[in-house]
């Protein structure tokens, strides 16, 4: 019996969670946004060469979210062989719960001066949905970002995978899924907001959002989130429970025979890849200041296949570097080339598909290695 084509993927060893230089990597990473970026934006003087500029850290605080994303598709895609296409509307749940509770946080300040968000007064609520009954409380919206992302994940893939549907076909529900959700996101009877969602923030826990050392803590949160996640993610591949997640990715047939139930196995690592995203939805809304119904469309979720793809499936460290790649070409090409950006970035994916199936950390140590086969 020939083998699956994602058996070539890269099939993690057994043993300590990281070396040393793993080790060492993360504790300059934890450094790095800890210590050095909130020493060069908020104490560095803006005239000084080393100054890091706000627009700067909202850029990377925001492409880090989207590493969030990629990882997550990681989890799944790489390591598990179930493409999903939908992981937009994971994503933008997490930011419409913090979303809500940061439209409660506006109080009277409006342009309408009203306990009400403007958008309820514009539209002549008298009261708030049910559903914003607990917007108010900030631990309440916190437990609604793990929440509902997990519990529509859960829903949908259980009914998805006890019916065997996958490859192209699980692909195609998870982006009608996420194309549903955004047209009922639309609708301004739903209570989001309609086609312009949520924006003009003024608070979080009554502390000024705008405020330079907010922004600088929203952005450690981001950063020493992502690295939690990933250690995460490395302790899940590395576990037994990851070992079975990669034989349901090569030969999910031969996993059955065994004696496993890749349902259970399927069902709770899309979950868990639908909850980091929720969890990046809501650190990005105070970050970029804004969540409306484009963040669940069809190519939102596209996009963060094209991240772990361009970056390297099954690595783990491959589709963070994939975000921060494809996003920061992203924001050099809107600028100078807007015009030509989704061709970049149609022709990127066409090329990593082509000729870099192992995409950018593949290629780095292939050239790694040969460097090393030289020296030898």
């Not at 070396?19 to 050095?36: D, N």
């Not at 975000?323 to 924001?331: D, L, P």
Request: aromatic share 14%; hydrophobic share 55%.
């Amino acid at each position: 019996m020939s083998s699956s084509p994602l058996s070539s993927l890269p099939t993690p060893r057994r043993g300590l969670l990281l070396g040393t230089a793993g080790w060492t990597a993360v504790a300059a990473a934890t450094a790095l946004v800890a210590v050095l970026v909130p020493v060069l934006n908020l104490l560095v003087p803006e005239g000084s060469p080393l100054h890091l500029s706000d627009y700067a850290v909202a850029l990377v605080g925001k492409i880090m979210c989207y590493a969030i994303c990629a990882l997550a598709m990681d989890l799944i895609w790489g390591y598990t062989g179930i493409l999903s296409l939908g992981h937009g509307v994971f994503f933008a749940l997490g930011g419409y719960a913090m979303g809500m509770y940061l439209m409660r946080q506006i109080g009277r300040d409006g342009n309408y001066q009203s306990d009400l968000p403007d958008f309820m007064v514009f539209l002549d609520w008298k009261t708030l949905p049910w559903h914003w009954a607990v917007s108010d409380s900030f631990v309440a919206q916190l437990l609604l970002v793990l929440l509902v992302p997990g519990l529509l994940a859960f829903v949908f893939g259980f009914f998805a995978f006890r019916s065997r549907i996958k490859g192209v076909y699980f692909s195609i529900i998870t982006q009608a899924m996420t194309f549903a959700a955004m047209l009922l996101f639309f609708r301004n009877e739903t209570g989001f907001g309609g086609n312009n969602g949520f924006t003009d923030f003024k608070r979080i826990l009554g502390i000024p959002i705008a405020q330079p050392s907010t922004r600088m803590v929203l952005f450690v949160l981001t950063g020493l989130t992502l690295i939690g996640f990933y250690l995460m993610a490395r302790w899940i591949v590395n576990s037994k429970f990851g070992r079975v997640l990669q034989a349901i990715r090569d030969a999910e047939s031969r996993v059955m025979f065994t004696g496993y139930n890749p349902l259970a196995y399927k069902l709770a690592i899309w979950t868990l890849s639908a909850v980091m995203c929720g969890v990046a939805g809501a650190l990005y809304v105070p970050q970029v200041g804004i969540i409306n119904p484009s963040e669940m469309s069809p190519a939102a979720s596209i996009e963060i296949a094209i991240w772990a793809a361009v970056g390297g499936r099954a690595s783990l460290i491959g589709p963070i570097v994939g975000a921060f790649f494809v996003n920061g070409a992203k924001s050099w090409f809107t600028q100078v080339f807007p015009e030509f950006w989704l061709y970049f970035l149609g022709a990127l994916f066409i090329a990593v598909t082509l000729f870099l199936p192992n995409g950018i950390v593949g290629l780095a140590a292939k050239l790694t290695g040969r460097k090393k086969e030289e020296r030898a």
